[in-house]
């Protein structure tokens, strides 16, 4: 987890304030934008570009409610301010992959070190054996967690608890809590349930992890991710023919 993500956190600092900068510039032609549209009887294109972008501008920060989830089953737990980056996501970078994550120790151990200023590093969910599921990052933000800064940028990121040379700890609640998670942040993104959508840390390019492991089954994870999904669906249908109480 180390040299390596605190390498990408300096490199997304820098890209932030060039960032910040060609915000600005944005914001400005945005206004120019919005005047030459108005005029032209098109003023809700320039409408919509500013309501994109300001929560970008100087001072202003997107509404947020402290200790809000994305996933209704998840305990709120912040990781440091130092080990992600915030962002308006996916308006801002489109979210299209979910990576797969083993800790390399306990569930205490992931949880203590993301809460670490210095770790340089940190995942949006943490899954225990139990298959309790702990957030740390909300979606909307870029988490250090794949040690490749565009990967970091799409993705969200799931720690499992366990190593990934002992197949005893990926029991039957991890797998089927980290399944209904990702397949919640699927749907939620439109993400497609396959393999090159949902993929190990060992797959993101310039990693030097290993991770799951070779005893992450992904057969039977892929298969309760597509159940979790559909059932996902099917409650929302049946929701949807209920009638009314008014």
Request: with cysteine; hydrophobic share 35%; charged share 30%.
């Amino acid at each position: 987890m180390g040299a390596r993500r605190a390498s990408e956190k300096t490199e997304d600092t820098r890209a932030a304030g060039r960032a910040r900068a060609a915000d600005r510039r944005i914001g400005r032609r945005a206004l120019i934008v919005g005047g030459a549209a108005a005029a032209a009887g098109a003023a809700v294109l320039a409408r919509d570009e500013l309501s994109r972008l300001w929560w970008r501008t100087p001072g202003v920060d997107k509404p947020r409610k402290a200790g809000e989830v994305d996933y209704r089953g998840a305990r709120w737990v912040a990781a440091s301010e130092a080990n992600w980056r915030r962002a308006d996501r996916p308006d801002d970078y489109g979210i299209d992959m979910v990576v797969v994550h083993v800790t390399q120790g306990s569930f205490d151990s992931a949880v203590r070190v993301f809460q670490d200023p210095g770790h340089g590093a940190a995942s949006h969910y943490v899954v225990r054996k139990d298959g309790h599921v702990t957030q740390m990052i909300r979606e909307l933000d870029v988490a250090y967690h794949a040690g490749n800064r565009a990967y970091n940028e799409r993705s969200v990121g799931i720690e499992h608890e366990g190593f990934v040379d002992r197949p005893e700890d990926f029991t039957d609640a991890m797998y089927a809590a980290s399944a209904r998670l990702t397949a919640g942040i699927c749907a939620r993104y439109g993400i497609p349930v396959d393999r090159e959508h949902i993929i190990g840390h060992v797959e993101v390019p310039g990693t030097d992890h290993t991770d799951p492991g070779p005893h992450w089954d992904w057969d039977r994870y892929m298969e309760l991710v597509r159940r979790a999904g559909a059932a996902r669906t099917r409650r929302a249908g049946e929701d949807a023919s209920r009638p009314s109480s008014g």
